[in-house]
Each structure stands twice: as C-alpha cells, then as structure tokens.
C-alpha cells in the first residue's frame, strides 16, 4: 500500500466525521430501530479496529438529539467503560459513569450513563437508578453473556448489541434467543484494502495439544495449558519462533494461565531481551508503568494473561503471539486484532500462532458467513475440526539446522499416511510401510555421508522424525498401547542402523553412480 492513514482518531478530527461505512452503519442502525417495535433486540457485527464505539456514539448524539429519553451504554470492563466515557464526551455527550463509587443523586443533569455490567445489576436491584426513561440500551461486546441479566430491567428499550464476533461465548446460550436480527458491517478485508486496517502475515507453528482439557465454559483450562506451555519444548518453540519471525519487533504475547507468563518472562529475560509481564493483579500504577514502557520502547516485548483482549489499543505492535490454545472464535479475533491498527509505514504486522487457532479457526479476516454463525451457531461449532483431526494433518517439520545436515536431500518428508493407504489398497501387509519408510530415512542418510559412519551419525538425529511416523503409524492401524509404542520405536531404530549396516554402498553407488572410497 503506498498510503497508510494515521489513525481513527486524526481522520475524525472533530470527533463527528465519521467515514462512510460508518454513516452506513448508523443509517441501517436508525431505519431498523424507526421500524422495528420499541423492545427489539439488534446486533451489529464489525471487526475490531472499525470503530464501534465511535459509531454508537454518534448514535447517541443523534438519539438525544431526537428524541425525548435517554440512554445507556454497558460494557463489561472498567477499562471499556472509561474509553466510552471519554469519546462520548468527544462527541458532545453529556454522561455519567456509573461505578461503585458513583453518587447519584445528581442523576436527572444526565442522559446518557455508562456502567458496568455488575455494578449496575447491583444499583437497579437496589433502586439506586431511575430507567424508567430510557429509550436506548447500547450493549458493548455483546457475545459476552453476563449482559442478558440485565434485560429484564429493559424490557420497553430498544437494546443495540455490538460486537466483533457474533457467536456467544457461552455455547448453551446462543445469540439468537437473545437478539431478533443481525446487521453484518464492514468485512476485516474490506477494512485492509480501504487501509484502514493493516493485513496479518501469520506462521503457524504445530503444536500438540492433546494434553489440554476442557473446562465447563467450553474453553481450555488454565491448568492444562499451563501444564504443557511451561514445559521446555514449548518456552523452546516460542523462543524459536519469536528469534525467527519478531526478533527486534515490538512484540504482544497472548498465554492462558499466570503461571505460563511468568516462565514466558524469565525465559526471555534470561536470553537478554527487554520484556514485561502483565496479569489482572497489577494495580493501576503498575499497568500504566508497564503500558507507557511498552509503548515508548521499539522492541518491547509485553506477555500477558488475557487483559489486553478489549480495551487496550497499541497501534505500534508489530507482532500478536498466540502462546495458548482457544475454542472461542471471538476470542481468537480479539487477540490478533490487538495488531491490527494501522499507523504511517504499517500497513501488514505479523501472527505466530502457537495453539493450532489458524487450523482451527481460519485465516484472521476470511470470510465468514456471520449471517449463518448467528442463526446456527452450532451447525459452526459442530463443523470445526477436533484437535485430533487437526494433529492428524500435520507434517513433520525438520528444524532449519537439522535440514542443513541433510542439503542434499531434496526431499525429507515421508508420507505415513498416504503410504498405508496404498498398502491396503494394493493388499499388502501394513508392516511394508515401516519398512519403506526406514529405506526413505536410510537414503536421505546415505545421500549426505560419504561412509557409513557418517550415515549412522545422521541417522541418530532422526528420532522426532522417527517418533512422529511411528505416531502416525499406531493411528494407521489403530494400537497405540505404550508397551506396543515403546517397542516399535525400539525397533525401528536397530532396523534403520542394520539397513544401513547392510545396503550403504549399494545405495551410495545407485546415489551417485560410484562406490564410496576406501
């Protein structure tokens, strides 16, 4: 792109010059809410980074300014809550935030009210707030469930849902019981072409996952996550990853669990590079701290816990780590839109993804059919491949300094699976595919020495290739008891050193037309 805008903020200057789709937006918005019956429940769908706050809150201008009632606008973090505060006030707004320290005594001065889900669940339950006249009721990440409670004090209000994703994050209560109608805004690519966000490079690094258990909100739990991305092999990927993809980038890393960060951070802090941790028992001054060095140092690196999802806005990130597994679509697209923001000289930012999400869920920004996601939420669910499924179609990747050892292998993946199928299709005994893989990995040993010593050598760097066709082998056949596993990894090792032993130099000569020297 050769032109990147600088940011939302800048290209509203006033705060009421809204860009087209966004006057879009309002306009379907108004017609449905002139329409529809005073009580009617609408959801408006638009990624992260397209302005959602800014469009309700000229909806609200325009409301207050035409009609005789008031407004109230929820979310379900204090930090939300305050950044709606503020570009209400932007746009003329008049509003009072309602917390837990909030008095209200002076409540009739104001039309519109700002709160949060819980604090004002508990004011109405106590009759501390007069709503008797308010006409609008703008809910902000709406797929969050813990706003349907309050509908039942708003029964005659028009209710407005926004929202990135429109797929509940709770599967037993579907959006669809809660919402009459969905209006679908602008697509994330539409959004890139017109450079108003910048377009995800993302690396997808495979990672197993069948450790993980799921918790009763139908996510990952924090132990188990915790339980495999503290482990040496995966602090290793991720340090590998960020090293090959970010190294020197301003980097966010996304984990599950406390615990996994904190070994993220001293992890990185040991290998000399400048990082902070970040989780919801920070106070206020430590997350501000943290928040201004993040922003002020060009290869920052910041591991946190979930906080920064909503409410956190950092338009120099250049790199969103996905340290963690999730089954939550909104959750997935809240992450990466975290490096979404567009600013002078970025128009692209990069994704590594550590949990298998991009198998999982797509490419951030395809084309999703939100229409049908909203009607049938499960029909989606349903259809999204298992963590199984998603293993089973992996490749074994070689590591960069592995591959090296074997250069001149123009070819080092052997293909369990297909390689079965053709055996039972040609009648064959299953044992042939082990066999055939063993003379594959023999040759690509034979290939890269010059004796049989050197083969032997290669061949013991082998074992995660190893372990993985055995792997896949076992689900071929269906026998993965450990004592069978163990013995067939055994086994294999004394096949491939005996091949070798026997068939060197008649595969050397075959290789490269002469026998090995003497």
Known sequence: MSTVKTSETE??????????????????????????????????????????????????????????????????????????????????????????????????????????????????????????????VIIDEAHYNSFTKLFKFFENSFILGVTATPLSSNTK?????????????????????????????????????????????????????????????????????????????????????????????????????????????????????????????????????????????????????LNRATKSLALYYQMIGRGSRILRNKATFTVIDLGNNFHRFGPWGADLDWQKIFHSPNYYLDNLLNDEDIEGNFRYEMPDELRAEFANSKEVYFDIKQTYIDSINNGESSKVVLERSIEHHAKICIENSEDVYDAYALAKMLGDDIDYRIERYTKCISRSTFNFVDWLNNDYRKKLRAYLRDNFDTVFEEIHGRPPEE
């Open 11 to 136: 290209e509203r200057k006033s705060g009421k010059d809204l860009y087209s789709y966004q006057k879009g937006a309002i306009d379907k918005i108004f017609k449905c809410f002139e329409e529809a019956p005073e009580d009617y429940h609408l959801l408006y769908q638009l990624p992260t980074g397209g302005g959602k706050t800014v469009i309700f809150s000229e909806m609200v201008r325009q409301y207050l300014k035409h009609h005789n009632k008031r407004v109230a606008v929820l979310t379900h973090r204090v930090e939300l809550c305050k950044q709606t505060s503020n570009m209400l006030t932007e746009f003329g707004v008049k509003n009072k935030v309602v917390d837990s320290k909030a008095n209200l005594d002076d409540q009739d001065e104001y039309s519109c009210f700002v709160a949060m889900v819980e604090t004002l669940n508990n004011r109405l339950n106590d009759d501390k707030l007069d709503i008797s006249d308010i006409g609008l």
């Open 173 to 321: 209560l579907p959006m669809n019981d809660n919402y009459n109608e969905l209006i679908v805004g602008e697509t994330i690519e539409a959004l890139i072409e017109n450079e108003f966000l910048a377009r995800a490079e993302t690396y997808s690094y495979n990672v197993g996952l069948t450790s993980l258990e799921i918790g009763s909100n139908g996510d990952y739990t924090v132990k188990s996550s915790d339980d495999l991305y503290t482990g040496t092999d995966m602090l290793g990927k991720l340090m590998q990853a960020y090293e090959e993809r970010s190294k020197g980038k301003k980097t966010l890393i996304f984990n599950n669990g406390i615990n996994t960060s904190l070994f993220v951070y001293d992890t990185f802090r040991r290998a000399g590079y400048p990082i902070m941790h970040l989780d919801n028992t920070a106070t206020k001054k430590e997350r501000k701290q943290i928040l201004k060095w993040f922003k002020e140092t060009p290869d920052a690196i910041l591991t946190s816990v979930s906080i920064l999802t909503t409410g956190f806005d950092e338009p120099t990130v250049d790199t969103i780590i």
